[in-house]
């Protein structure tokens, strides 16, 4: 059974930085695509970043490009999410989650997961 548990959220400045982190357990994950997403409250789950597990291709939301980056460690099964230069609209429970099956044009897609964490909760005040 596929467990995914997010850690390293927490409350920071605008401007600030914080690293989360997503240990993956339960399967071998050479076919998965990794992605992050976040509910902002009052909002919709949102594509963050997404990473495939075997070559490394990643995909970013257009608002967390140049400030967000998504990583990988095979050996660890972690998968990372950098988020500098933090917004108070970053403000959300960050979810980590597995698609079994990904399509490189629908990596973005919520729909396509198949597993999911509890979510990490990160706050940004300005």
């Known amino acids: 059974q596929v467990q995914l548990a997010e850690s390293g959220g927490g409350s920071v400045q605008a401007g600030g930085s914080l690293r989360l982190s997503c240990a993956a357990s339960g399967r071998t994950f050479s076919n998965y695509a990794m992605g992050w997403f976040r509910q902002r409250p009052g909002k919709e789950r949102e594509f963050v970043a997404a990473?495939?597990?075997?070559?490394?291709?990643?995909k970013y939301a257009d608002s967390v490009k140049g400030r967000f980056t998504i990583s990988r460690d095979n050996a660890k099964n972690m998968i990372y999410l950098q988020m500098n230069s933090l917004e108070p609209e970053d403000t959300a429970v960050y979810y980590c989650?597995?698609?079994?099956?990904?399509?490189?044009?629908?990596?973005?897609?919520?729909?396509?997961?198949?597993?999911w964490g509890q979510g990490t909760q990160v706050t940004v005040s300005s």
């Open positions: 990473i495939t597990w075997s070559t490394g291709y990643i």
């Open positions: 989650a597995a698609d079994p099956n990904y399509g490189i044009s629908t990596m973005w897609a919520a729909y396509e997961y198949d597993y």
